[in-house]
């Protein structure tokens, strides 16, 4: 092992006894409370943008979903577990999840979040999607939200570091020991000693360009942990959303708790041939899924028809989502009176799939002294829009975390650091900087990752299109090596890339093995659920050689409450 | 250009950089003023305006022609239909 000297000479070497990567909701409620736990400990956020401002929990079009005392809570676990999640969730996790729900909705609003009340001041609660059960509380807008949170952490001397990527983690004897990453303004190198990492920098969104909010998700937490030896788990499950197709617009909850209605072509009401039940308020992919099927059977275009709605409908839909707004007026369609085609939008994996975790704590599995929380981790398994799923559970799974992660680094000294390993990564990650003119450029590459993804491992797919999507993939890759970087913000698209293209093949290889549909995943070659042969989790690894490989493991629905009658 | 700024007014308060989740706009070295530098990976989020405390960025929303929606040819190529002839019909 190598004296700090020698790393010195590599890059700019930071301790910390807790290091976060990512500013999002989890991240920051990782930080409040790691230091709540232990104000003497050194904490340390670290963001590819800024706390606060950046990823899908700063972008949340303004609606919390929470349990609270006097809800339904017996029925809304089962419908979560057996409904929404379709059982690939860990039924140990659920009900302290959604309790806890309560809990960190009340502490936001005791910070200062503006949540809307009702003309008595009372909370306003709505329906929400995905389900029969569940409530959300209207907020005025995402980034108020998250700042709120951020300056908890900043009154308790959170250290808060910007504009920085952390790519890779630094592994002692099987241990976390930290990470390295860059500026992505100027392109300086870091070296982050830690006794504790917890990674809160999401998911991964395989859109072409960045859609709202979601340039910074690209898959950084399942890739580093991949590439360090870790495990994906529900890698097949691949989300996506809906929205209008001339414009990125969140805001699903709010149109279709309003009772906005998707017709098809022929003005039929499409949910009510998928989920009559829940009808436009199903699962997000549901509908998404729903609306591309309606599409394959010669029944598209779908639209969004709010005519019906009452003009103070509209006008609270309008109030809520100002962009929404705007762009309506700017375009003069009138939400009241015209039909807006209505799209799937792009695809991402959304807490569905990501880094296995051993409990609601984040707790990675098999890497000690690392967790990994919110939609880096896989913890959610399926499940669309609930309390123990959505926006606050990241928060409430980075407050665990922190908790955790305070306590661990408490106890441990820091980890010697390869300064070996340290210089492979640098070399490896500076090498598009070296490329000469001529070579890739990152959007060409992006652009083909977005259609590969997007046309196979999709929201419909099948064996043929999966395994043209893996040979595509490796064709993509072998021209990584001619991606050129000019400067440290392309540094930061193209590394962004190979960890998409990472996590895209995680993906394709993990919809091939799941030969059933379930949750996110639907295979057109195997269109219902089995639950005699798949109740399984698909868990994937990446071998020394750089290979995905992927593994079946059963569900151990056989200790929890709620089982399939076939088990 | 779906990101204007209006430099007489800028004062180089940098908070649409701060404020900026696609790391679009920087601090020109000269002027000190805000600059965009990376528009193509602007998603016209508004983050920017919101953020200026001196009211001088607009950002406006081109609509996307729906035939233009690239995720949604993609998903169309994907399944065998061509989104030339799907999409051709679509308005907004």
């Known amino acids: ?567 | 250009m779906p990101v204007k700024i209006d430099s007489a007014g800028c004062t180089g308060c940098g908070a649409c950089v701060l404020s900026c989740p696609q790391d679009v706009l920087r601090l020109d070295d000269t002027q000190h003023k805000a600059v965009i530098t990376y528009l193509r990976d602007c998603s016209s989020c508004r983050e920017c305006l919101l953020h200026c405390p001196f009211h001088c960025i607009d950002v406006v929303n081109r609509p996307r022609k729906v035939a233009e929606n690239f995720t949604m040819k993609q998903y169309l190529i994907g399944l065998g239909i061509d989104p030339k002839q799907a999409l051709s019909g679509s308005k907004k």
């Open chain 1, 1 to 567: 092992m190598v004296k700090r000297q020698g790393l010195a000479t590599l890059g700019t070497v930071i301790d910390t006894d807790i290091l976060i990567v990512g500013g999002g909701i989890g991240g920051l409620f990782a930080a409040v409370k790691a230091k709540d736990k232990d104000s003497a400990l050194d904490v340390l956020l670290v963001d590819k943008c800024e706390a606060g401002l950046a990823g899908p929990s700063a972008h949340a079009a303004g609606i919390v979903i929470n349990w609270q005392p006097g809800d339904n809570f017996d029925d809304y676990l089962k419908e979560i577990i057996i409904e929404n999640s379709e059982y690939l969730i860990d039924q140990d996790y659920v009900p302290e999840a959604v309790r806890q729900s309560y809990e960190r909705v009340s502490e936001l609003i005791d910070w200062g979040v503006d949540v809307q009340r009702d003309a008595a001041g009372n909370q306003i609660r709505i329906p929400v999607i995905g389900t029969a059960y569940g409530y959300g509380t209207p907020f005025l807008g995402g980034t108020q939200l998250t700042w709120k949170v951020r300056m908890q952490g900043v009154k308790r001397g959170v250290r808060l570091m910007s504009r920085t990527f952390v790519t890779d983690l630094l592994m002692t004897d099987g241990k976390c020991a930290g990470a390295v990453g860059f500026n992505v303004g100027n392109g300086k190198f870091y070296i982050f000693r830690a006794k504790a990492t917890i990674l809160g920098n999401g998911t991964v969104f395989f859109g072409r360009r960045p859609q709202m909010g979601q340039a910074g998700t690209t898959g950084d937490a399942a890739a580093a942990v991949l590439r360090a030896g870790g495990v994906m788990r529900n890698a097949e499950q691949v989300w996506a959303t809906h929205g209008p197709a001339a414009l990125d617009s969140s805001g699903v909850h709010l149109i279709f708790g309003s009772g906005g209605i998707i017709r098809n072509a022929k003005g039929e009401r499409v949910m009510e041939k998928y989920n009559p039940k829940l009808l436009e308020r199903s699962r997000r992919y549901e509908v998404a899924r729903a609306i591309l099927l309606e599409w394959k059977e010669g029944r598209g275009p779908c639209y969004l028809d709010c005519s019906h709605l009452s003009p103070e409908k509209i006008t609270h839909i309008k109030t809520s989502l100002p962009r929404l707004a705007i762009a309506l007026q700017q375009w003069g369609i009138d939400l009241a009176r015209d039909k807006i085609e209505w799209v799937p939008y792009g695809l991402a994996m959304q807490c569905v799939g990501g880094v296995r975790v051993d409990s609601g704590d984040g707790a990675v599995s098999q890497m000690p002294g690392l967790w990994a929380i919110g939609n880096a981790s896989d913890f959610v398994g399926g499940a669309d829009s609930t309390a123990a799923t959505a926006l606050i559970a990241s928060g409430n799974m980075g407050a665990r975390a922190g908790v955790r992660a305070a306590e661990y680094a408490a106890g441990v000294h820091s980890l010697p650091i390869d300064e070996q390993r340290v210089h492979v990564l640098k070399k490896e990650l500076f090498a598009p900087m070296q490329v000469k003119t001529g070579a890739m450029a990152h959007s060409d590459a992006a652009t083909r990752l977005a259609e590969i993804v997007h046309q196979h491992i999709g929201l419909l797919k099948d064996e043929a299109r999966l395994k043209l999507a893996l040979s595509e993939l490796q064709e993509l890759k072998d021209k990584f090596s001619a991606l050129a970087a000019k400067d440290a913000h392309e540094l930061m698209l193209v590394q962004g890339l190979k960890n998409k293209e990472l996590v895209a093949k995680a993906c394709a290889q993990a919809s091939l093995a799941r030969q059933e549909s379930r949750a996110c995943h639907y295979r057109l070659d195997y269109p219902s659920r089995d639950d005699k042969k798949w109740l399984k989790w698909t868990i994937t690894t990446l071998d020394k050689d750089g290979k995905i490989k992927v593994r079946l493991e059963d569900i151990p629905v056989g200790r929890w409450k709620y089982q399939p009658a076939v088990a």
